[in-house]
């Protein structure tokens, strides 16, 4: 798999396909408003190198229109690249394994679920003894750090 930079859309047609109306003149830079933020006029777009910036509070700038689509879909590069028709297969199996799930995601039942752990500890060194349903829940919540544990290995 590879990125082919030349396969990217040319900059002025992505950007009106992205519902961005642009100022009609101004060269290279021309305004639009910033979907990131959604202040009217306040975003700078070269429709030469696909550039962008935000000139308002937001601040969200990239070097081209891979970085917009990413930011603008919350898409990895790679999903972007596929998105833009800029990714092409050569027949080899990919060596990237994609997250099943945010990072972010992953850390935040990590930590739930750690502590349902740490509960159940806690309780069992006291000399309180677990009920049924309570043992299946702290196997679900071990089979669940056993899960994230196995996608980020």
């Not at 092409?88 to 752990?117: I, K, N, Q, Y």
Request: neutral net charge; charged residues 20%; contains cysteine.
């Amino acid at each position: 798999m590879a990125f082919i930079k030349d396969r990217l859309p040319d900059p002025l047609s992505y950007y009106e396909s992205q519902v961005l109306r642009l100022s009609p003149r101004g060269k290279p830079w021309r305004s639009a408003e910033c979907q990131f933020h959604g202040g009217s006029d306040s975003m700078r777009i070269n429709i030469e190198s696909g550039a962008f910036v935000c000139m308002a509070q937001c601040g969200a700038r990239g070097g081209d229109i891979l970085s917009y689509q990413m930011a603008a879909h919350g898409q990895t590069f790679i999903e972007a690249a596929k998105a833009l028709g800029a990714w092409v297969g050569d027949g080899r199996p990919s060596r990237h394994r994609p997250m099943p799930f945010p990072a972010r995601d992953g850390l935040t039942v990590l930590r739930e679920e750690s502590m349902l752990v740490a509960v159940a500890a806690c309780n069992v060194a006291g000399g309180i003894e677990l009920a049924g349903s309570e043992l299946d829940r702290l196997l679900q919540a071990a089979n669940r750090i056993h899960f994230i544990a196995e996608a980020c290995a």
